[in-house]
């Protein structure tokens, strides 16, 4: 792995934690019940949270940029989540969540300037991400920067984040998977139960599809562990997400990107302590592996 890749998937560990407090966070909670999403289930604010950046999109849209749900899982809540509140509306009210979960996570863990430093690197880390086929990177990025340092870096995570979860679908498509698939191989090399991937809506016999597909592959042994070329060609597709992530981070450049890694360690280490982030992300990008610290 060059020094960039590996730059790449440090930062990533780093970055996602960070940008998946939204998810889980009481405070986004909170904020989603005001907006008047239904919050006994995580998913009508994770699809408002998240797609609002593209506008009123409708399943399809949304089952293309996601990739691993299935489509009749995001058809239960889009468009309907729209009647509850607006695009413009929900992106508001994700800043008001953040700006009241980070303020709480970062409350003595960072110097005012510190924070601001932060911030400033991770912009810039984010403005050098290629938004070309990469669509939910560069809806984030055309939204405006939000003024405080707490909020840029957040978005900054969140468009460094959606980045390589669009290069990540390259990489399944490159290499063959379809959504159900991915996850199902995903879950076979031991990176997450089966059980996690439960939400992403697709049938038990969806999923035994896929198995049976993936094992006419050579992918899924008799006793249903991957083999090691299913193995060996989960971790191409890494790698390849690595690649295809690294321009960031090749722009940033290495001594500025180990600053901010070292500034974004205490943020990271109040968010771990808080204690709401499953230990296994099935979130949004993929099947990538999250490998919280």
């Not at 090749?250 to 070292?262: D, K, M, N, P, V």
Request: some cysteine.
């Amino acid at each position: 792995m060059s020094e960039y890749l590996s730059v790449a998937r440090r930062m990533w560990h780093l970055l996602e934690p960070l940008h998946a407090t939204l998810y889980f966070a009481p405070e986004a909670r909170q904020v989603a019940a005001d907006l008047g999403h239904d919050v006994s289930s995580r998913w009508p604010s994770y699809f408002a949270w998240r797609t609002a950046p593209l506008g009123a999109a409708g399943p399809e849209l949304v089952a293309a940029t996601y990739y691993t749900f299935s489509p009749r899982m995001i058809a239960r809540y889009l468009p309907r989540i729209w009647t509850v509140a607006d695009p413009a509306k929900v992106l508001d009210a994700r800043l008001l969540a953040m700006d009241r979960a980070l303020t709480a996570l970062t409350d003595g863990r960072l110097s005012a300037a510190q924070l601001a430093e932060a911030a400033r690197l991770a912009r810039q880390a984010a403005e050098n991400a290629g938004p070309a086929a990469r669509p939910l990177a560069a809806a984030n990025r055309d939204l405006p920067w939000p003024d405080a340092p707490h909020l840029v870096l957040w978005q900054a995570a969140t468009v460094l984040r959606e980045h390589r979860g669009d290069g990540h679908l390259a990489a399944l498509l490159t290499c063959g998977l379809d959504p159900c698939e991915a996850l199902v191989s995903f879950a076979a090399i031991g990176a997450a139960p089966a059980a996690d991937f439960a939400g992403r809506g697709w049938s038990a016999q969806e999923w035994s599809d896929a198995r049976h597909r993936l094992a006419a592959r050579g992918w899924i042994a008799p006793d249903g562990t991957a083999t090691e070329r299913a193995r060996k060609e989960r971790d191409a597709i890494e790698r390849t997400t690595d690649r295809l992530a690294a321009g960031p981070w090749r722009a940033l450049g290495h001594s500025r990107a180990e600053r901010l890694a070292h500034l974004l360690h205490p943020v990271v280490g109040a968010v771990f302590e808080a204690g709401y982030l499953p230990r296994h992300s099935t979130l949004g990008i993929g099947a990538v592996k999250v490998g919280y610290p």
